[in-house]
């Protein structure tokens, strides 16, 4: 059963830092990873895809990295804004031949960017 | 706009009533899915459907039933619900494995 883990739990930066969260996974047999943001009381907003053949995806101050042989994933996002205060939610999708078994998610890093 | 829309917003629902969650897509996705979020124990999958007419279990299935009549709707029904089902449930949908869309959500809340 794949297990996503993500560290840390929690973080706190000052506006302008540039950061990394971190998403780990048990089963290398991924399809692709997905990054998400989610606000409070809100739904989910997909940020970047990694297919499993890619290793890395930007978009404007995200860039999101894939190394499937360590089973590691990271989110960079530079110059850190406090609108980017939310929390960030890294999944894998395993794919079992007869269809998408669906993503199987982290607990989230709640991120807060002080003003 | 384009997306996944879930019907009602919130609920409450006393121990023992039933409900049904209505999802709705207009991208043409095969893929629909329904998660629970509970606090410290992140999104888990429900059940899941990968065409119309299909559905499967996912990793939380008890308690649940689901429908996917329509390409476009995916009905998640509690026959009788009890008060470990309060959650926020979200609805995606997807094109194969080539990323989700998802739900604004639904609080349920049973008492």
């Known amino acids: 059963k794949q297990e996503v883990t993500q560290i840390p739990a929690a973080l706190s930066v000052p506006e302008g830092e540039n950061l990394v969260l971190n998403c780990s996974f048990t089963?290398?047999?991924?399809?692709?990873l997905q990054w998400f943001r989610q606000d409070p009381g809100k739904g989910l907003t997909s940020l970047l895809l990694i297919q499993s053949s890619q290793r890395e995806q930007t978009s404007g101050r995200l860039n999101a990295s894939l190394d499937k042989s360590s089973g590691r994933s990271t989110l960079y996002i530079a110059a850190s804004q406090p609108g980017d205060s939310a929390t960030y939610l890294c999944a894998a999708v395993m794919y079992s031949g007869g269809g998408a078994d669906g993503l199987t998610f982290g607990k989230g890093t709640h991120l807060i960017i002080q003003p | 706009n384009a997306g996944v829309t879930q019907t009602p917003k919130f609920r409450v629902l006393k121990t023992g009533q039933s409900m049904t969650l209505l999802c709705a897509q207009d991208?043409?996705?095969?893929?629909m899915y329904w998660y629970r979020q509970d606090p410290g124990m992140g999104l888990r999958l429900i059940h899941y459907?990968?065409?119309?007419?299909?559905?499967a279990k996912g990793e939380v299935p008890d308690g649940y039933n689901v429908s996917r009549l329509k390409k476009q709707n995916f009905l998640l029904g509690l026959e009788s619900a009890a008060p470990s089902q309060t959650s926020v449930y979200f609805c995606a949908s997807s094109y194969s494995t080539r990323g989700y869309t998802f739900g604004s959500g639904t609080r349920l809340t049973v008492v």
């Open positions: 089963d290398s047999a991924i399809y692709n």
């Open positions: 991208m043409n996705h095969e893929y």
């Open positions: 459907s990968v065409g119309e007419g299909t559905t």
